[in-house]
């Protein structure tokens, strides 16, 4: 499922790459402490998330790593 998200993410995001046309491959550290590693965000506004990380906070956005970066 989608979810919006809050503006300090959506401006973090439009400073990064693009992983594709009009998405970003990123991990996500939870406000509970779960991280959620190669989730999608569209046009730096809306992540695809699982449906028990829905209804918890963000806490943390970071480009998830390319294939072609080196190690």
Request: glycine share 4%; proline share 7%; no cysteine.
């Amino acid at each position: 499922m989608r979810k919006k998200l809050e503006r300090i993410w959506t401006q973090q995001l439009q400073a990064l790459p693009e992983s594709g046309m009009g998405y970003q491959r990123v991990d996500l550290v939870m406000a509970d402490g779960r991280e959620l590693k190669d989730a999608l965000v569209f046009n730096a506004e809306e992540v695809e998330l699982p449906e028990e990380f829905l209804q918890v906070d963000i806490s943390d956005i970071r480009l998830h790593p390319s294939p072609s970066w080196p190690d």
